[in-house]
């Protein structure tokens, strides 16, 4: 029980800067010399001071015989900061209890075989579910090679996103508008298709949240039929990148020539998903939220890429003939190959449900 103290402090730690530190991990550390608490840090934003880092300045010479607990295996290679592995061999800590091993291939288990090698003692597992939990997205991120994707819909209880003739229409409310805006300002990147900017013209920002935090902006737009004028644009609070096919030409693109919009051209006619997501790693974006319309929510469904959905369900019914659905084409033809999902979570906000379902293993 004395180390899970411990280490659940450091995690609670690790929890503060949650969604803040992207592309990095979250991470919390806490150095205990007899029973006592000497040091303690948490790594707040990228290209800043790691956790490791401010537990030791905290400790100083109290870190020489003590006890580290650090939710994930600290770096030892030269970034934006010096190794954590040479801090606390310099400190003269005693013992290093890590809650996981990171698989950053920059770090990958070299971490804990530098300090095995110096002669400090390591223990690794305590509080490593929890710690995982934490760093869901970063772990994906860096075992695959590709975004974490949440895929979002607002739709009625008979399951429509809108009506037939519906444009920008809001189903749920204000208390879930606020709900979303918070997980856009939580995300890297937000992303939609051009049909969504062609008829509701959105600014797909993060306007209610008490974050500051914008996400990028993603249009997926086969042959840039995104107008000059329109907010996603012409709205400079956030970056907005824009993929296209490779039928566009450099003229199409030199029109969008502006310090916050580029255009990702790929090298294929139409736009795959999974050659997408794999820019958009390659551009270091660790979370991205899909927003689209039943077209894009089907493309990426049907990649196999979608790591969880969040479905905000209204107390409303449209009916077959006059709503439109949550998907185009699932590849479903019967019971036995519908789309597996695991709820995760469901709660209640105001008249409305939000349920959390994981898509995949």
């Known amino acids: 029980m004395h180390d899970e103290y411990y280490m659940d ?33 948490a790594h707040l934003k990228a290209g800043s001071l ?35 592995t040479m801090g606390i061999l ?38 490593e579910a929890e710690a995982l939990k934490l760093n869901k997205a970063y772990m994906y991120f860096m075992k695959q090679k590709l975004p974490f994707v949440t895929l979002k819909q607002a739709i009625t209880l008979d399951g429509k996103i809108a009506t037939i003739h519906g444009r920008n229409e809001n189903i749920t409310g204000k208390e879930v508008q606020q709900d979303v805006h918070l997980k856009r300002a939580q995300s890297d990147a937000i992303l939609v298709g051009v049909e969504t900017v062609l008829n509701d013209n959105p600014l797909l920002t993060n306007r209610f949240a008490k974050s500051n935090k914008q996400p990028i902006r993603i249009i997926l737009d086969t042959h840039l039929r995104t107008p000059m004028n329109a907010k996603v644009v012409i ?4 970056p907005t990148w824009i993929v296209v096919g490779n039928e566009v030409t450099s003229i199409q693109i030199t029109r969008f020539a502006q310090a916050n919009v580029r255009i990702i051209q790929l090298e294929t006619k139409s736009i795959v998903i999974q050659d997408v997501l794999t820019e958009l790693a390659r551009r270091n974006i660790v979370t991205l939220y899909v927003e689209g319309g039943k077209r894009i929510s089907s493309s ?46 469901v709660e209640q906000i105001g008249e409305v449900i939000k349920v959390i379902s994981r898509l995949g293993d």
Do not use: R, W
């Open 90 to 127: 310099n400190a003269g800590v005693k013992k290093v209890v890590i809650a996981t091993l990171d698989p950053n291939p920059k770090v990958a288990g070299t971490g804990v075989a530098k300090l095995k090698a110096a002669g400090i003692e390591v223990e690794v597992g305590i509080g």
């Open 235 to 238: 709205d400079q609070t956030a």
């Open 9 to 41: 402090l450091a995690l609670n730690l690790a929890a503060v800067a949650e969604n803040q530190t992207s592309p990095n991990p979250v991470v919390g550390a806490i150095i205990v010399k007899e029973d006592e608490v000497v040091g303690i840090g």
């Open 50 to 84: 790691h956790a490791e880092a401010h537990a030791l300045k905290m400790a100083g010479e109290n870190a020489i015989g003590s006890t580290m607990y650090v939710t994930l295996e600290p770096c030892n290679h030269f970034g934006k900061t010096p190794p954590c």
């Open 300 to 345: 990426f469904v049907n990649s196999g890429l979608v790591n969880e959905m969040i479905t905000y369900i209204a107390p409303k019914l449209v009916g077959g003939h006059d709503g439109i659905g949550m998907f185009e084409h699932l590849n479903v033809t019967s019971m036995d190959n519908a789309v597996p999902l695991k709820i995760q979570q």
